[in-house]
């Protein structure tokens, strides 16, 4: 069963090696990763802007991992990294463009 989640801020986060980057999610997912980062599977989680505008870029990425992926559950034993294709990085891209990050 694929996801039907709505997208409502921007995080970042830091993977294990200390690299970071942006992440288009909610509430429920961010506290995932946040679980995440208590497990170890990440270095930390953290909320850059709540709130952000549906625009039709949020939108297209919305469509995109809703199609691919499945939210995490609590028992969750490891972080799933979503992987964008060109595309999708680009509307990842404007979407921080648009809230004015990166």
Do not use: C
Not at 66 to 78: F, G, K, Q, V
């Amino acid at each position: 069963m694929k996801s039907h989640e709505t997208f409502t801020l921007i995080e970042e986060i830091t993977r294990l090696d200390g690299t970071k980057y942006m992440e288009i999610s909610n509430m429920v997912q961010n506290g995932r990763a946040e679980l995440a980062a208590e497990r170890g599977f990440i270095k930390q989680v953290r909320i850059l802007q709540l709130n952000i505008p549906h625009s039709p870029h949020v939108e297209a990425y919305e469509k995109y991992i809703n199609e691919n992926y499945e939210m995490p559950t609590e028992a969750m034993d490891h972080f799933e990294e979503w992987k964008k294709p060109e595309k999708i990085q680009h509307e990842v891209n404007m979407v921080l463009k648009e809230n004015h990050i990166g």
